[in-house]
């Protein structure tokens, strides 16, 4: 922000007037409490230390013998961590504005600098950038959807892709339009900075917040909270590896929290639960944590915090005890990161996820050390003393559902395999400017949610839908197929998952009927971007020694109250005989289910061998 002109420097013979001392006494104070060191050059001109930006307590580099990062010797980081030590990557639009000016692809230092601005290079999937964006709390409005649908059509390849982080991803950007695009981005109100690489990736939400006629709370607010409070706060870029957070209303909908570094899960607290409180609190408490016997809370509405998801490597987010104020969570948030980022390993990218700092300190040494850095005392509260969460509708996202306000309905809208083209995502947002308020909801599902059509409309808008490629009813089978980019647009991909899952769609769309919702998810590699593991059916992409693509196949993961790991059940499947296969499972599923049994269920009563007979 520049200065009132009253402000600004004098000439360099002059002195300083009072207002002018006042304005620099303020910024240096400013820039002293952010940790960042400033000084000046021969020629008088500010400069910050990069280094220093990422870790205040280096505000001169040590000599290189004894220098630290994060409490790390140099010697002993990661390329990328030494990276991040030399330069933030946040500082980087220097390079950015040199590649766009060359047209030049990045070197890998500069691919992995780029990522913190939400820009990928993803040869050799593709000879071009993507861009992923945020969108907080998974709402979007109709005017944003037109701007990136235009800036798709203009600059990128047509279309736009849903992830499962509830946001988008536009594709093929040639390296001298970077610049451009990020600047159109914020033009539009959203952004990309720390969509990628280590830092808290898109913070999602329930996607019905707001409207549900079943939910306890609307997160919305806190999940935007701490987005914006990421974005204005340098220390809480730079992590030790990416980190997700999410927030569940407690209502009808899964916004899939339990995957999550953080979950922020809306609960009850009832006067007849606190009876329950006071009767099974223990004289032993964890030092520096107020105990409920200290801290009794009132009936209402809190957050249990649930910390370490990360189901790519077969865990779950776990309840830590915290009840917390929904006003608390962004310092909580806060908090935890900074803990997170001052001791996660900074010396091995396959350890450096928050789940294993827990299994390193355990959740008491991490939960006093964000302690710490609150002013407010953390309260554990047994899990007794809160109403149990009500399960999740099963492709609730799908389909006309009545909202809290009278008169309105949302449709929850199918996009198969989450890929749109420019000129869909325009029609969905003139869908939603006349029959709606203007708004969006995405899914981590890859779907859409309309909300606030009037209910006159419903029908109206439906028949839209359909029109438009996309559906709001499907078959139970179809209806939950999720597919990460794949081989096209993904390096590590070792399959077409998107094609495959198409394919898949179309086939048990034919050929098969389900009485009980079945969720299958398509991963190109073991990150797991699409949660195979978490999948009733999860395929991971892999390469057959004849180079064929190829599949292995998980069977009866879940979430929210189906939580599990899928169990491995065949290696080395051929693309060509996913749809025969898994039309086999479901029709089995169907034949010899229980009355009124899941199909989660089913798979969890057999064995791995049982399972491997019957299907094979």
Known sequence: MTPPASLLPPAPTGSFTPEQKEYLAGFMAG????????????????????????????????????AQFHGTPLGDLCKEERWKYEENPLDAWERLLAHADADQAPDPENLYRFKFHGLFYVAPAQDSFMLRIRVPACEITAAQCHGLATLATELGNGFVDLTTRGNFQLREFRPRSIVQVLTRIQELGLASRGAGCDNVRNVTASPNSGFDPDELLDVRPFAKGIHHYILNHRDLYGLPRKFNIAFDNGGSLSAAVDTNDIGFFATRVTAASLSILKSSISDSEPSGLRSPRSAPPAAGVYFRVHLGGITGHGDFARDTGLLIQPAEAVAVSAAMLRVFAENGDRTNRKKARLKYLLEKWGVEKFLDETQKKLAFPLVRVPLAACEPRRPVIKHGWLGAARQAQRGRTSLGIGVPVGRLSAQQLHTLADLATTFGTGELRLTVWQSVIL??????????????????GCFHEASLAAGGIIACTGRRGCKFAAADTKAHALALLKHLG???ALTSPVNIHFTGCPNSCAQHYCGDLGFVGTKLPDGAEGYHL??????????????????????TELNPLAE?????YEAQKKRGESFVTWARRHSVKELQEILS
């Open 510 to 512: 034919k050929h098969t």
């Open 451 to 468: 909300p606030h059509v009037a209910d006159a409309f419903v029908e109206t808008v439906k028949r839209s839908v359909v029109r438009l």
């Open 584 to 588: 086999k499972i479901l029709t089995t």
């Open 554 to 575: 998980v069977l009866g993961g879940g979430m929210d109250h189906e939580q599990g790991i899928a169990r491995e059940l065949f290696r080395g499947i051929r693309a």
């Open 31 to 66: 820039v002293s409490a952010s940790g960042v060191f400033v000084g000046t050059t021969s020629t008088g001109h500010l400069t910050a230390s990069p280094a220093a930006a990422l870790s205040p307590n280096h505000a001169v580099p040590p000599p290189e013998d004894s």
